[in-house]
């Protein structure tokens, strides 16, 4: 059974940092590109970041400079570092595991960052 169980979340000031995790069983995690996406009330679903299986690097121009997304293989684990929080990072945050060999994805089933003065 495949499981990702995202953790991590909470409720941060503006400026803060928060530091989400991802931990993947059941699946071929290092042949699996891992990534986040997040969803604020009424808009789109958006790319935060993701990192390959070679442990190459994506990150939106939104959060750019301020979110970073290391992956532990040995942990089964992704992580989304996320500082200098903005009111506009307040969103469901959602992990997701790509199998490049059986071509699906899998998806969490979120976690939600508050950002609140």
């Known amino acids: 059974q495949v499981q990702l169980v995202e953790s991590g979340g909470g409720l941060v000031q503006p400026g803060g940092s928060l530091k989400l995790s991802c931990v993947a069983s059941?699946?071929?995690?290092?042949?699996?590109?891992m990534g986040w996406y997040r969803q604020a009330p009424g808009k789109q679903r958006e790319l935060v970041a993701l990192v390959t299986v070679g442990g190459s690097t994506n990150i939106a121009d939104s959060v750019r400079g301020r979110f970073t997304i290391p992956r532990d293989n040995a942990k089964n684990t992704v992580y989304l570092q996320m500082n200098s929080l903005k009111l506009e990072d307040t969103a469901d945050y959602y992990c997701?595991?790509?199998?490049?060999?059986?071509?699906?994805?899998?998806w969490g089933q979120g976690t939600q960052v508050t950002v609140s003065s």
């Open positions: 059941g699946i071929a995690f290092t042949v699996s590109h």
């Open positions: 997701y595991a790509h199998q490049t060999v059986a071509r699906y994805t899998y």
